[in-house]
């Protein structure tokens, strides 16, 4: 199934002991997420500092999407194991990969493509990216079915030995802010889009 493609849901809901899929148990949450801003004023820091946040215990798409409710992003889940955020631009998709759904993956994708006689202009706008900044990779995705040319930007986080709440909500604020950074980048700097 293509990562775009969606069934509607919140991920608090009870996870399945089969493979750690969701079980899809409430309506579509409505409304578009607020623009992500690189230097919002929210933190991990501003979660309570409870003992029960220090407590380092294995990532699941339930505390994933906990976690994007503190941040405020409203999201989509389909029933496979994935979490899809919407904005203007580009959507987010937040999952768990690897043999035992313990990489945490953000991969962003613009709304927008690329004709395919712009391809060589796209991979040299995607280097220029990766050379010069930080946290997500991008790269030139495979032509579409209408033979355009996606582009992504993909953090990838292993997370075998779990995590504590403020540094999931940390690695998910900062995933959702470099992906707006990277789609901005790209209809501005980059003009690429």
């Known amino acids: ?37 690189p230097s919002r004023s929210g933190s991990p820091a501003d979660l309570p500092a409870t003992g029960a946040a220090d407590v380092i215990e294995p990532v699941s798409l339930t505390r ?9 992003i409203r999201f989509l889940a389909d029933g496979g194991g994935s979490l899809l955020a919407m904005w203007e631009r580009h959507a987010v998709l937040f999952t768990l990969e690897g043999p035992d759904d313990e990489i945490l993956v953000m991969r962003a994708r613009p709304h927008a493509t690329v004709p395919p006689d712009w391809a060589d202009r796209a991979y040299r706008v995607v280097n220029e990216w990766n ?12 032509p579409t079915e209408r033979g355009q040319l996606p582009i992504y930007a993909e953090l990838q986080v292993p997370l ?14 900062c995933g959702a802010a470099v992906a707006t950074s990277f789609v901005d980048w790209l209809h501005d700097e980059g003009a690429l889009l």
Do not use: N
């Open 1 to 37: 199934m293509p990562w775009w493609s969606w069934r509607s849901g919140s991920a608090a809901s009870d996870e399945a002991d089969s493979g750690g899929e969701v079980a899809v148990q409430s309506t579509v949450r409505v409304g578009v997420p607020a623009q992500r801003e």
């Open 160 to 173: 075998a030995a779990g995590t504590h709440d403020k540094l999931l909500v940390e690695l998910l604020d």
């Open 64 to 72: 994933i999407g906990k976690a994007l409710d503190l941040l405020d």
């Open 131 to 142: 050379h010069t900044r930080r946290f997500c990779k991008a790269y030139v995705g495979d």
